[in-house]
């Protein structure tokens, strides 16, 4: 069974422009959470999605937003890039059923910003 | 006081000994616990999760869960030098997010 998969694997932008990330969960996995690692701050939690819907949302400022399709797949965007916003960008994706909220993460997107 | 807590490391071990690492959380009401290895330049692996009070097994590693305390750890037996990582201890709360500790670097030395 594929993993999940991010695209695209690194990305350089400058500050004061947008980003689209995307991110495929594996088959059969209805949730899609994203996240945000920097060596400082850790792995942090951005939102969740679950059949289309934002289930939950960490504690970010508006410019970071994301959706989910019928098919799964969630695309982040992050607007008026920051250089604070430098970090990898993770999803993960679990089935999310009764008892399972098993987490599997993708290889991750490394954005900097300069 | 942060939601998941763990030592920050290093942690050192020999080649062969027992690694432990620990992780507690404020969340009283928290019911799933997850591990995670992340080699550096990678992204997180899950390797252990558990539901219920008391021991799971698999292979070389044990994952222990106390609610009462609001701890759980991760022991590896026989660890091996591929074994160095930092491992992230992750704990869905009970308002349904996952929180994942700082992490804890361990070096196996061989």
């Known amino acids: 069974k594929a993993g999940v998969t991010q695209t695209p694997r690194y990305l350089i932008k400058t500050r004061g422009q947008q980003v689209t990330l995307s991110c495929s969960p594996i088959s059969g996995h209805r949730s899609v959470s994203w996240y945000q690692q920097t060596p400082g701050q850790g792995l942090q939690f951005l939102f969740e999605y679950f059949s289309e819907t934002q289930r939950n949302k960490g504690n970010f400022p508006g410019r970071f937003s994301g959706r989910q399709f019928s098919n799964s797949r969630s695309e982040m965007n992050v607007s008026t890039l920051e250089l604070g916003d430098s970090a990898l960008y993770l999803c993960a994706s679990s089935r999310q059923g009764a008892t399972s909220y098993e987490q599997y993460f993708g290889p991750g997107t490394r954005l900097t910003v300069t | 006081q942060k939601e998941v807590e763990q030592n920050s490391g290093p942690l050192s071990v020999p080649e062969g000994a027992i690694a432990s690492l620990n992780c507690t959380y404020s969340?009283?009401?928290?019911?799933?616990f997850f591990w995670y290895r992340q080699y550096s330049g990678k992204s997180p692996e899950l390797i252990m999760f558990?539901?219920?009070?008391g021991d799971k097994e698999d292979g070389r590693f044990t994952a222990q869960l106390n609610k009462a305390s609001q701890y759980v750890s991760l022991l590896i037996r026989d660890s091996q030098p591929s074994d160095s990582a930092t491992y992230l201890c992750?704990?869905?709360?009970?308002?349904?997010?996952?929180?994942f500790g700082p992490g804890t670097s361990l070096s196996v030395i061989p």
């Open positions: 969340d009283r009401g928290s019911q799933s």
């Open positions: 992750a704990v869905k709360t009970s308002y349904d997010k996952v929180i």
């Open positions: 558990i539901y219920s009070n």
